[in-house]
């Protein structure tokens, strides 16, 4: 395409897009041309108006024609000319940055791999790409992977990158090339670009120095056939013995539609193992896997389809995940305002729970209280906490049968804080005196609350429903509802539960919020929100609007597991995730050896106010066991959070220890793990991304070619303006097109003439 | 002939008094109550809402209907219908004939029935006033091989000491204790009744000892704390104390000393609360009584107190 418009308009388009439009005719000139114009004009005129055997319409026709004509004759006697600024060679640099990853080793279709490209096109100096770039510019070489640097040629590179970091590499590049006249960057890459940061964010120092970025894109758009896992999203960490439901993602191409096994893999050991039954070509399928973590501490999971007969890609079967078993008793409260079975069975329930203790509040009489479970004599001796300090102990909270009006206004504040600024889970039961029954409107607790609560219309005893209670989509997906049943029978194992109560009519949510479980029955105007949660803050709330069911306990067979299994794991889910008062982080959990990361805390006191004045170290113990104290210095930006920039310097694991402390006072500590290993993030989205690179090229003012197209780049780099140029005209009066078009407009009025009989 | 005539006649006559006798007992069997020793079918009303909404009403027999709450001891309460967190269940169970079991004076009708319904009405009376509970005020007995006993997780059983539980009744109430059930035994006396209870509760809980609660055990400390074991008196024992009869005392039989004893599970929770050689009972149903002293009545609430609040929470 972009031959034949060379051909009828003499320059590439390239040359258009650069250049500006001009005439080249004297002034004098061009004013006696239009007067002849006008007079040529007035005698077509007349001519057309002459009376004989023609009609109106056919003279109408050809003085068209003829008028056009002589337009055209005009326009190239105006002599047009496209002002365009072209290099002057050898006063320009053009850097060549090429991709020196792994996926660049990968076969294409032919055989042959990605590199081979670079090896045809500038590996020696005799390749016509080399030597049309050569004529006109001093080249430079660069190569990148997660790092980039300068070389000497192509034959410098060795690709074995493991990463692919675009947007870093043009903007080093350009970096090493201010200090001289640029004419633009030429990029070789198959566009598998996997940094973390925002392209754009490079693009834009490109931009601003009028750098354009030419990209040749190498590889096959697909890689076929294969099959390929998609990132594997887990919590930082979890509590020991809790069920996970992890979603795989997983593509085919080319593979036909077949079942697959999926296993997922710890130290060696086999934690699950599912069958996935592959999509339509290119189309991804999920798979939902449960599994549970026994072994306390740092733990890589491993999840994998073994290799299929015909891959082309091997590596991107299998997907590595790190995340923190956390072997911790944690404490929740649970405030209950009067004797209830219900109590007594989520006791009983997660009484065999060694990571979770349920301390028990509960009123039995005005001003007296029965404690359960407490860790000393002292501990809520005075009822419910009224400091932060008290409260923010504990990681969860659960509000039973108590009305709003027992507790200070201070103290709803401070469960809304509570939720919010501590992180910590609340939930909330059903029974009389909870929800709108408990006069929970109107109280800062309530926009907390996943659910909208509407005020009771005839009194809090009023209402009473028999639901039966099912999960929603959402609950399928969610492990606090799994019940213990393989994935496909949970919808069935909450079917055989009995039927349970409630008093307190919900049905609707609040924006943002997920319903689990919903209730139908009889008694209800619309489906009861059964359980629902939603973020709030740092912090999550749920929702259980049922007030016995304990009779999933009561009635069931004395073996069904369905309500102890059901409330350890919303326990465990209600306080996942709950921070502690310093939260280390790193910003990629495993990185290259060599490759910078950054390590942060954000550090808070007891009440959970940021600090900004904490001494913040971290004890970094390298897999060799060397250990080194560093400090972490306090980012301005941000209140409370703390940053360290790390390197490692070796392969393995690395355990960082981060210890926050002020005047003298320990606020807290952290534990997080950096693993320094080879990464196979090449191998995975494989195909060359066409879009990416175009992208680049367009919000740079450069071009996107293939190996195939790439012959013109040379020329098309010449006259991108940047660089030490020269401003030129070029002649348009002699465009093929020009004359084609004055032909065409002569024989289309000879041709009318003859339709006529006219001629 | 003569003979003949003579023989129809009295066939004719023993058939038609079978006949007679068969519609009456037809007519006497109860309409929807549970045949005694057999597996009692769920209640009609249950086939609503829930039980728990509406308690069964008393079922045992067509000729035994105990007044209404209101017109027995709560004149003009008119009982909302709704789900309460907590039903004062009595246990309804198979015995062995030689208890006591009546009704309003009237004729016997089981062990289970002992002090019943008077004893259960005013110890609810009493229950509330102490403790912040929301409890239906009626009265809720369930049969042992009744599949509903599992929606009541506290039952109160009497006069133990005469059980003789049918194999329905074992199983029913072994799982209803192994699903989380608790039960609260009272009233027997003496080496023989505990010898019966025993043989009975081993049925159910095959392999779990009957342990001797220390006081320190947290039974005793829940929501009053209880410092001694009292021996708690019949009514008759009780009057013959405040009169100052010679020789009044408040054991019966052989049974002396009063214990509270109990059936742990797995866990060291209690599943079985035993009250021996004392009648918890007696001291609710009487305690209007200027005659019963209040001593035992106190107490005999405390430890109720203590029972349903530990029951309710372990």
Known sequence: MHRLFELLFKYRPIVFEQGHFALGAP?????????????GAVAVATYTLARGKTRPVDRAVMAGLRLALLGVLVFCLLQPVLVISSVVPQQNFVGIVIDDSKSMELPDADGRPRSAFVQDALGSEQSKLIEDLSERFTLRFFRFSSSSSRIDGPSDLAYD??????????????????????????????????????????????????????????????????????????????????????????????????????????????????????????????????????????????????????????????????????????????MEGEPRHELKFIRRAVEDDQNIQLVVLQRTAPGKFLRLDVDSASELVGGFPRTREELYRYRALVLGSIEASFFSHDQLQMMADFVSQRGGGLLMLGGRHAFAEGGWIGTPVEEVLPVVMEPPQDGPDEFLAEIRVAPTPAGLANAAVQLGAPPGEVAARWDSLPAVTTVNPISELRPGATELLKGTGEALAADQVVLAHQRYGRGKALALTVQDDWL??????????????????????????????????????????????????????????????????????????????????????????????FTPSEEGEYRIDVAAERDGHVLGNDEIHLRAAPSDEEYFGAGRRTQLLERIADETGGRFYTPTTVSTLPDDISVTGAGVT???????????????????????????RRSKGLA | MRTLLRASSILAFFAVSSLLAATAACRERPADGAVRGSVAEPSPSYRGLMAQQVPRRFRRSADFEPAPPAAETREGLVE??????????????????????????????????????????????????????????????????????????????????????????????????????????????????????????????PGRPIVELPLDHPLFSTYYQIDSIIQVPNEGNARAITLGYPGAHTYERDGYVPHVRGILDDHGRLMVVINWNTDLGDAWEWAEDPLYPLVYSTYAWKLAVNMIVYGMSH
């Open chain 1, 726 to 752: 020269l401003t030129e005209e070029r002649d348009l009066w002699d465009m093929p097109a020009l004359f084609l078009l004055m032909f065409m407009l002569m024989a289309a009025e000879w041709g009318y």
């Open chain 1, 161 to 334: 990158g493991t990463h692919t970091h675009i947007g870093a590499a043009l903007d080093a590049a350009r970096q090493e090339l201010s200090g001289v006249p640029l004419s633009g960057l030429i990029l070789i890459s198959d566009g598998a670009d996997n940094a973390t940061t925002p392209l754009t964010r490079d693009l834009v120092p490109l931009q601003a120095a009028g750098v354009p970025v030419f990209t040749v894109g190498v590889g096959d758009e697909s890689v076929s056939p294969d099959i390929e896992m998609g990132r594997v999203e887990l919590p930082r960490s979890i509590l020991e013995g809790s069920e996970l439901l992890v979603d795989v993602v997983v593509t085919q191409t080319g593979m036909g539609r077949r079942s697959v096994p999926l296993i997922v893999e710890s130290d060696d050991r086999i934690l699950a193992q599912e069958q996935v039954e592959l999509g339509p070509d290119g189309q991804p399928v999920v798979a939902r896997v449960p599994f549970q973590l026994d072994k306390a501490g740092p733990t890589r999971i491993r999840f994998r389809i073994p290799v299929q007969e015909g891959e082309r890609v091997e590596q991107n079967n299998a997907r590595e995940a790190q995340l923190q078993v956390l072997g911790e008793r944690e404490k929740i409260l649970y």
């Open chain 1, 27 to 39: 002034g004098a000139l061009r004013a006696w041309l239009l007067g002849a114009g006008v007079v």
């Open chain 1, 552 to 645: 999933w306990q009561m009635i069931p067979p004395v073996e069904d597991q369905s309500h102890e299994t059901f409330w350890r794991q919303l326990m465990r889910w209600l306080v996942d995730g709950v921070p502690n008062e310093v939260r280390a982080a790193v910003a990629q959990e495993q990185v290259e050896q060599g490759e910078p990361t950054r390590v942060t805390a954000q550090v808070s006191d007891s009440a959970f106010i940021d600090v900004n004045d904490a001494t913040v170290t971290a004890r970094i113990t390298t897999p060799s066991g060397m250990v080194e104290d560093t400090a972490l210095t306090w980012v301005v930006q941000r209140d409370g959070e703390y940053g360290l920039d």
């Open chain 2, 80 to 205: 909302p219908e709704g789900t309460h967190a907590f039903y004062w269940t009595r246990a309804e169970y198979t015995d062995n004939g030689r208890g006591w079991g009546r009704y309003g004076g009237r004729e016997r009708r089981g062990s289970w029935t002992t002090d019943y319904p008077k004893a259960d009405y005013q110890f609810l009376v009493g229950l509330k006033r102490l403790l912040r509970i929301d409890a239906y005020d009626g009265i809720n007995p369930v049969s042992l091989a009744d599949p509903d006993l599992r929606r009541y997780p506290m039952i109160y059983a009497v006069e133990v000491g005469h059980m003789d539980l049918t194999r329905e009744e074992i199983h029913g109430l072994r799982d209803y204790l192994n699903a989380g059930g608790f039960l609260i035994c009272d009233d027997f006396w003496g080496t023989r009744e505990w010898d019966q209870f025993e043989r009975n509760i081993r049925a159910v809980l």
